[in-house]
């Protein structure tokens, strides 16, 4: 028995650390579900001690709870939202359904630190705090964790729309830079007609600004809170004006500008909010994906590959090849971004496994959800600050490769004609001759004709070679 107290819950009595703030239940879910060694995210702690903060204030003012327990619990609750207590968080992600052990943890850890304010030891039967009663009043597990759920993504929202958008700048900037690069286009890749550098890296920029503003619409509906449902959507248990009075405490509180749900049942019944944001951040990694494989295609070889990029050097790229570097953050981002995918099949598929009144897979779509916001933002700081910033152009090589490209013959096609125009390009690939070299030759156009209609910076800026716009 030594380093242990004995708490008691419904079940019985459980040893429990004796420094633990921590009780019971959350006892019970440490020792039944050793599953990941994986514990809440910060994020997800945060939400909940938010609720439990301003339930603590609501029901107070409401008349239903103690002033004094009241304050100790809103004192409590702030330590926790100050991250003090992170490692009394202990429950396993996978864990029974709902959430239950997580409320329970959280709503013991909170009690029992207020039971310490208020001057009671941890093992006193006389501490007046109790983690059900008092911290979890007007509450349920239903409807407390689809509000945290909600919640925590909003807390990390901020950071995650910043990492976003440091990278859009960054590429908006490189996009800048390489305008005068003129280089060779590729469709299905193969030879297409001239871009310029820059105008890649703007489309790149602009494609995860799309993203970024689908995440943000889908944000908007995670700001709806059913709070107050209880424990089907009746709010049993809870006063008349308790959910719209959580809802304007914890918009005061978070700055958040949360509104209600408009119907606490399909708030615990539908994960749908959940479900949607989780695929806005499945998109972006879609778009990332693709960016991260165009700058390892386009920084390829160097000796033997495109070479129109050069990434910056940050690590050796062999344990046996001298001199090798490779594309590595571009790698990671991919990873990253292959994992948060995954994730978001997961919440998918829980999303869609509720059954009537409520969802039992919130934990494992708080947890995924707080991992792909995570692990995004570190991956899209890292891309940015450690690759996208220091990309460089090799403009000998991406103009080289130009001069080779016999698609050039496009800006012919309204002179020559396209069968020419075919008939040219098979007889410059298959001699090595220039297009200007062979349509000479064949005496289609003269070389001053064709020097002017093939001026390469010209043909990335569209229209019809050789032939006056309409006025």
């Avoid at 009780?23 to 440490?30: C, E, F, K, L």
């Avoid at 100790?72 to 029974?96: K, M, R, S, Y």
């Avoid at 807390?155 to 060779?184: C, G, M, N, Q, Y």
């Avoid at 615990?268 to 990332?288: E, I, K, N």
């Amino acid at each position: 028995m030594n380093g242990f107290r004995i708490e008691k819950d419904s079940l019985g009595e459980m040893q429990v650390p004796a420094d633990a703030l921590y009780g019971a239940q959350t006892q019970r879910a440490v020792l039944n579900f050793p599953v990941s060694g994986q514990r809440p995210y910060p994020a997800f702690v945060w939400s909940q001690a938010m609720l439990k903060r301003a339930a603590a204030e609501v029901n107070r003012d409401l008349g239903l709870l103690e002033p004094e327990l009241a304050e100790a619990i809103i004192q409590a609750a702030d330590e926790v939202l100050a991250g003090t207590w992170q490692n009394q968080f202990v429950v396993d992600p996978f864990q029974a359904g709902a959430g239950t052990s997580h409320n329970m943890n959280v709503n013991e850890v909170i009690a029992n630190r207020a039971n310490q304010i208020l001057g009671f030891a941890l093992d006193d039967p006389k501490k007046p705090v109790n983690p059900n009663d008092h911290v979890n009043m007007a509450q349920s597990t239903n409807d407390t964790i689809p509000s945290a759920i909600r919640l925590g993504c909003l807390w990390r929202l901020p950071e995650l729309l910043a990492a976003i958008d440091d990278l859009a700048d960054a590429l908006e900037a490189k996009a800048v830079e390489f305008d005068d690069v003129v280089k060779s286009g590729r469709t299905h890749l193969q030879d297409a007609v001239p871009v310029r550098l820059g105008q890649e890296f703007g489309a790149y920029a602009l494609a995860v600004r799309n993203d970024m503003e689908r995440i943000v619409t889908a944000a908007e509906r995670m700001r709806r809170l059913g709070i107050g449902g209880t424990a089907t959507g009746t709010g049993l248990n809870a006063h008349d004006e308790y959910h719209q009075r959580m809802v304007d405490k914890l918009t005061e509180l978070t700055g958040h500008g949360l509104r209600s749900s408009g119907n606490l049942f399909e708030s615990m019944q539908s994960m749908a909010d959940p479900a949607d944001f989780s695929a806005s951040m499945r998109t972006l990694c879609g778009t990332l994906v693709r960016i991260a494989n165009d700058f390892r295609m386009l920084s390829s070889g160097p000796a033997t590959g495109f070479d129109e990029i050069r990434l910056p050097a940050v690590q050796p790229g062999s344990s046996i090849m001298p001199g090798k570097v490779n594309p590595v953050l571009a790698e990671m981002l991919n990873m990253a971004c292959f994992h948060v995918q995954g994730c978001d099949l997961t919440v998918n598929l829980a999303a869609q496994a509720g059954q009537l009144e409520l969802n039992v897979m919130m934990p494992i779509i708080a947890h995924n959800l707080f991992e792909m916001m995570h692990v995004l933002i570190g991956a899209i700081n890292a891309f940015t600050t450690k690759c996208v910033v220091g990309i460089t152009a090799n403009r000998e090589k991406a103009e080289g490769w130009l001069a080779k490209n016999a698609i050039l013959v496009t800006a012919l096609n309204p002179v020559i004609g396209y069968n020419n125009g075919a008939a040219v390009a098979k007889e410059a690939m298959a001699s090595g001759k220039t297009i200007k070299e062979v349509v000479v030759e064949k005496g289609l156009l003269s070389g001053e004709e064709v020097d002017k209609l093939i001026d390469a910076r010209k043909l990335t800026e569209g229209g019809i070679q050789g032939i006056a716009a309409a006025g």
